[in-house]
């Protein structure tokens, strides 16, 4: 056989290092891949315990959940007729700097943040002021966070203490399937006349009577951007997730759920 003169041992090794070599160079110069983020949710609970409620009465069973395939519950009528869309990204923070020089935001990073929205924030201002004008209920509670939407098994629920709620106490889980969902896990009490005055006992110790507590459990299948009613014989709530809009609509990312 023939053998080609400048095809040496020596000659392979540098064309091998240099495609080596130009095929590292092409990785580095590539555009990086799109990271996929998840859509972000902007959660708005009201809270409303019902004046006239006698613990006496019969309790009626209660069938709160209504899921994919069930029609979902209307709209009570207080319902807001002012909704208006978010203005700009609410979760987008301060550009962070280090000796004047803007520092990078992961996306990522940034998604997966949950954050309490500030008064100034919240869209349900005239509902909560309306609630509190009805003789009928005692407004206790008006709050709201952002959160990604994630499916079920990596949602968080949301502790309402984080909005420096005392009572009710719980948790707002919400989390992505086929459509959004909602689970509420709260617990509210209530005055009662012997827990207004603490009992004299002995030891000069005073024994304090706590009132009737009301546990609300459910979860349901929601639509985005609408005001959904969940009843308890002793309060109710309000929530309302809509999703936050991304600055640039092209960006990468799951297209949030109906």
Request: hydrophobic content about 40%.
């Amino acid at each position: 056989m023939r053998k080609v003169p400048w095809l040496s041992a020596s000659r392979l090794t540098a064309l091998a290092a240099g495609a080596l070599l130009a095929a590292e160079i092409a990785s580095a110069q590539a555009p990086p891949q799109a990271v996929e983020v998840p859509p972000q949710y902007e959660v708005e609970v009201l809270v409303f315990a019902y004046r006239d409620f006698d613990p006496s009465e019969e309790r009626f069973a209660q069938n709160l959940n209504s899921l994919d395939g069930e029609a979902l519950r209307e709209v009570p009528v207080f319902d807001d007729s002012n909704f208006r869309p978010l203005s700009g990204n609410p979760t987008l923070p301060q550009t962070p700097q280090l000796n004047g020089q803007a520092l990078p935001i992961d996306p990522l990073a940034e998604a997966l943040r949950v954050r309490p929205l500030r008064p100034e924030e919240l869209e349900l201002g005239s509902t909560f002021n309306r609630l509190k004008a009805i003789s009928g209920y005692e407004a206790v509670l008006h709050g709201g966070w952002i959160q990604p939407g994630l499916p079920e098994s990596e949602a968080q629920p949301f502790n309402l203490a984080l909005l420096g709620a005392m009572n009710p106490r719980g948790t707002v889980k919400v989390h992505l399937s086929r459509f959004l969902h909602i689970t509420l896990d709260l617990t509210l009490e209530r005055p009662s006349a012997a827990s207004n005055a603490p009992t004299p006992v002995g030891d000069g110790l005073n024994e304090v009577t706590f009132g009737p507590r009301y546990h609300l459990s459910t979860t349901r299948g929601v639509r985005s951007g609408e005001l959904h009613y969940f009843d308890h014989p002793a309060f109710g709530v309000l929530v309302r997730v809509t999703p936050v809009p991304t600055q640039d609509a092209s960006a990468p990312g799951r297209r949030p759920a109906a």
